[in-house]
């Protein structure tokens, strides 16, 4: 038999126990979680979108307010519209997943506070983060970050439009426009410097070094590849109208190689051209005089 003061305890009891019940985090409709995380990546891959990855605590520490402020935080984001689109993941720091610590320690030393919103790209770097008091940031940070992925999906294209350009003969507008594929490039990593690092100012250098901007480039090298690959074509061209030259026929050497010089884009093998063009014209003249 109950007395009136056990009866109080019990009560007491079921209250704390209803109240820790409420404050333990779950993934919200959508939200993928921990165990998710590679098909996650699969999925982003496949369909070139980002990952947004929220890190939290289940089961937060500290007292009621700050137990109320991770925990609003953490809804503000698996409740935002903003993210609908995005490939979604949850992981409580509890569970000391291999996901979530990849994704910390790509920010170096972490020193961040939980709650936390990752944007990881499809090859799985993070490319912009916010903490929980940025969070009004989150509808203007997806649009930058959807803008970054969709330039690196029309860079490709554009990489092969130049490589049928160079295959072409026309090497200058390929060059030109690797060179502003290669300024964009910058522009972009420039962006993600800070983006990544969000909040935590004492990581960004404003403006960033040139060394983290290399580290963040999308196609590190592109102008020094593209030029061995384009003057390696130059090359087989010079090669071709040297042929023709040899064999005594000067005007199928010049008709090969003039467009070339003519062109004039940057390549070291344009000495080299410029040669053979002198060398047909020449004996094209003295073929006339014969």
Sequence with gaps: MMTRFSTSICLILMTQTCVAIARENKPEPGWAGADDWEAARESSIESNRPIAAILAFRDPPGDDDQQDEHNSGYNAFARNAALKNLIRVV??????SPGAEDLKGQLGAFTRYYPMLFFVDPQGKVIATLDHKSRDRTTNTTKIV???LSWRAKSKDQI???????GNGKFKDALKAIVQLADQDDDQARAVVVLKNGDDMAKVEVPPSQKKIDENLTLPGLIETKTTEYDALLKERCKRARDFLD???ATKARTTIQPIVQDNAGLPSMKEAK???EDARKAEQAGKKQ
């Design 91 to 96: 992981f409580f720091d509890e569970d000391k």
């Design 146 to 148: 959807a803008g970054i």
């Design 160 to 166: 092969a439009k130049a490589d049928k350009d160079a």
């Design 247 to 249: 064999a005594g026929d």
């Design 275 to 277: 040669a053979i063009l």
